[in-house]
Nanobody, 114 residues
Framework: VRLVESGGGLVQAGGSLRLSCAAS????????MGWHRQAPGERRELVAAITSGGSTNYTDSVKGRFTISRDNAKNTVWLQMNSLKAEDTAVYYCNAESAAGVYWGQGTQVTVSS
């Protein structure tokens, strides 16, 4: 299973970015998909997750600013990030959970300038 992320980049504080992640390969059934992030010197943390049924979960610091969505048929998940802050700067990783295991993308850099 391969996860390919795109959409990262450099943006000014208050701006927006949209991350995409597409899963391909021998996928039996993907349950939850999500986005994590890791800033320099920090632990990787969950940003947002979404189940196959559409239930979502967000870390408190992004509630009201970020929106996660997915297309089950395309095994694709998106993260719409609005009102970005400098503290959102990190490498963002997509992940997917299935009965066969947990898979990770290679990460995409998001840099927010203040």
């Amino acid at each position: 299973v391969r996860l390919v992320e795109s959409g990262g980049g450099l943006v000014q504080a208050g701006g927006s970015l949209r991350l995409s992640c597409a899963a391909s390969g021998s996928i039996f059934r993907i349950n939850a998909m999500g986005w994590h992030r890791q800033a320099p010197g920090e632990r990787r943390e969950l940003v947002a997750a979404i189940t196959s049924g559409g239930s979502t979960n967000y870390t408190d610091s992004v509630k009201g600013r970020f929106t996660i969505s997915r297309d089950n048929a395309k095994n694709t998940v998106w993260l719409q990030m609005n009102s970005l802050k400098a503290e959102d700067t990190a490498v963002y990783y997509c992940n997917a959970e299935s009965a066969a295991g947990v898979y990770w993308g290679q990460g995409t850099q998001v840099t927010v300038s203040s």
